[in-house]
């Protein structure tokens, strides 16, 4: 099993039916292993921005964690209004966000492959927490979700590069 499909089993397990977001290069193995899954549907926004809010509406209407799905680059960027958003409102959120490969993102370099940057990092001042997978043994979905959801409820993002989502584990 891969980290991609770990993670579309565990949003069938917390019966989360909808993700919102726009596929991209970053993305693309979480977005196909959630779409054979067939337990959460994704549906594809017009913008990232419309993503995130799409995401935050899906949790106060539906009372399930709101899921984000965006890209690297200006994928991920564009979405930070919809996740500012919902930190201001106390909206619990998972932004799940690809990236460049993980060493990739190592160093000092502005821009990391073609458009990754470290987004995970970017995301801590507007975020309850952020952070960047670097094995597949960081991945913290159960954590991130109560911390989402409990005390002052707000938005995770969590940064998974595209060689972790295709990891084995």
């Known amino acids: ?80 209004t919809g996740v500012m958003a919902a930190y201001m409102d106390s909206t619990p959120l998972l932004v799940l966000s690809g990236n460049e490969t993980a060493a990739s993102l190592d160093g000092d370099t502005r821009v990391k492959g073609v458009q990754g940057y470290r987004s995970g990092y970017l995301a801590n001042s507007f975020t309850k927490d952020s952070y960047c997978v670097h094995t597949p043994g960081e991945l913290a979905l159960d954590h991130s979700y109560t911390l989402a959801t409990t005390g002052r409820q707000g938005p995770v993002w969590i940064d998974i590069p595209r060689d972790i989502q295709n990891a084995t584990i």
């Open 1 to 80: 099993m891969t980290v991609a499909e770990a993670i579309a089993d565990w949003l069938a397990d917390k019966e989360i039916t909808h993700a919102f977001g726009i596929v991209g290069a970053g993305n693309l193995p979480l977005w196909e292993a959630i779409t054979r899954k067939e337990k959460t549907q994704i549906v594809c926004c017009h913008h990232e921005q419309a993503a995130a809010m799409a995401a935050s509406f899906y949790q106060r209407t539906c009372g399930r964690i709101g899921v984000c799905l965006v890209t690297t680059g200006a994928g991920s960027t564009n979405a930070i």
